[in-house]
């Protein structure tokens, strides 16, 4: 996949096999695994793993996370981005579009993951023609649930997922889609 995503401070782009140090670095830390099952990765092998499985994303599903890197240093900062979702059933769904991220504790608050978000919303609609966009969240995930409302998701539910922990369901619908299928 050779899809290059640029904004004013980021360059959003496929993973690559020499993302993985700087990956586990993110992926160690257990404060950005506070809202993701608390279970940060142990060993690099499970990032080359995790990069293996996406860059096949990207070829059976034609899309999937990117690395996130700063335009300014060329350092990568964690990952964003939109992937089908049709190897499991989430809060009922499946064969849907997700969007998602993650980013380094050192890279919080600076606005990265609203630029992102931004990006990734406005290529999913007017590139891909996605109809509608999810995304789920840790219930109590405070900062990832504001930067979703605040880029224009819509809170649907709460839900209860198998392993007891509460999430919040997302959804974003593109109207410039919406509107065409409704005046033709």
């Known amino acids: 996949m050779n899809l290059i995503i640029e904004t004013p401070r980021l360059i959003l782009r496929?993973?690559?096999k020499s993302d993985a140090e700087a990956l586990f670095d993110m992926d160690k830390n257990p404060n950005v695994h506070k809202y993701l099952w608390l279970k940060p990765v142990e060993s690099i092998n499970e990032v080359y793993d995790y990069i293996e499985m996406?860059?096949?994303?990207?070829?059976e599903r034609g899309i999937g996370r990117f690395s996130t890197l700063l335009k300014e240093t060329g350092?990568?900062?964690?990952?964003?981005?939109?992937?089908f979702v049709n190897d499991h059933i989430e809060n009922g769904n499946t064969n849907f579009y997700d969007y998602g991220y993650r980013l380094n504790e050192k890279f919080w608050?600076?606005?990265?993951?609203t630029e992102a978000t931004k990006?990734?919303?406005?290529?999913?609609?007017?590139?891909?023609?996605?109809?509608?966009?999810?995304?789920y969240t840790h219930a109590e995930n405070g900062t990832s649930n504001h930067i979703l409302e605040k880029n224009g998701m819509k809170f649907m539910e709460e839900y209860t997922a198998e392993d007891g922990i509460n999430w919040k369901?997302?959804?974003?619908?593109?109207?410039?889609y919406?509107?065409?299928?409704?005046?033709?």
């Open 75 to 83: 350092e990568l900062i964690g990952w964003t981005g939109i992937k």
């Open 14 to 16: 496929p993973f690559e």
């Open 169 to 176: 369901w997302w959804q974003l619908e593109n109207l410039t």
């Open 109 to 113: 608050n600076k606005g990265y993951a």
């Open 119 to 135: 990006a990734w919303f406005d290529y999913g609609f007017n590139e891909m023609k996605i109809e509608t966009l999810h995304a």
């Open 178 to 184: 919406n509107n065409k299928s409704q005046n033709p």
């Open 54 to 59: 996406v860059q096949k994303q990207y070829t």
